[in-house]
């Protein structure tokens, strides 16, 4: 199993700021994900980030918009850029593999 | 096109009453999941069903994947105010992609 952090844990942002969210586990692995839940909805898989390498970004999710970084096996950042009020949503980020996924706690971001 | 069905999308039930969730692939399920989401939180893993007609339940939880592994329900027995919340399937269905069902929201009237 393994422990995941997120910091912050909510926030309220103007528009056109951004707010970088952090996500710490607490063991080494090899991909990361970040998820977004749009109220009332399900999540969406916005990237998947390894150690070492460029993010892969899911269709309808670019770089510019959702900057991430992974420096190490135990630490991610998701950037939510030039936010306007439809990226008010929940973001997670999971780790592990196809049969055992792990969440973080979750950051509740409100647009303003 | 959803590759997880839930439903119903949502549910209204008073205290006390039996409900079911189901949710349903297309596809072979390698692992099937069932988290619950108190309404602007994060996920709580619930149960994980692997094997064709197994069942596991906690506390008045109880999860079924059936013998095709294509369908799994998720049944609460005497609801609670506490159990209200969005109840989410999630799955495996080939190669590293996770995939999350529609959602089941959940509200139980005291």
């Known amino acids: 199993s393994a422990v995941i952090s997120q910091k912050p844990s909510r926030d309220i942002c103007q528009r056109g700021t951004s707010l970088t969210i952090q996500c710490q586990v607490d063991?080494?692995?090899?991909?990361m994900f970040w998820y977004r839940q749009q109220p009332g909805q399900s999540l969406t898989l916005i990237a998947t980030a390894n150690q070492g390498s460029e993010a892969t970004y899911e269709s309808g999710f670019v770089i510019d918009k959702f900057p991430i970084s992974r420096p190490n096996l135990t630490f991610s950042t998701l950037t939510v850029s030039n936010m306007s009020p439809e990226d008010s949503s929940i973001y997670l980020c999971?780790?592990?593999?196809?049969?055992?996924?792990?969440f973080g706690p979750g950051t509740r971001l409100t647009v303003t | 096109s959803q590759e997880l069905e839930q439903s119903p999308q949502s549910l209204i039930v008073q205290e006390g009453k039996n409900l079911t969730i189901n949710c349903t692939s297309s596809k072979t399920l390698y692992g099937l999941y069932w988290y619950k989401q108190k309404y602007g939180e994060g996920l709580i893993f619930l149960m994980m069903?692997?094997?064709?007609?197994e069942e596991k339940s906690h506390e008045k939880i109880t999860a079924k994947l059936d013998e095709k592994k294509q369908q799994s329900s998720l049944h609460i027995t005497a609801s609670q105010p506490s159990h209200a919340g969005i109840y989410l399937c999630?799955?495996?269905?080939?190669?590293?992609?996770?995939?999350f069902g529609t959602g089941t929201s959940l509200t139980v009237i005291p």
């Open positions: 999971s780790v592990g593999a196809s049969y055992e996924q792990y």
């Open positions: 069903l692997q094997k064709g007609g």
């Open positions: 063991s080494q692995v090899t991909m």
């Open positions: 999630g799955a495996a269905l080939g190669g590293n992609q996770f995939y």
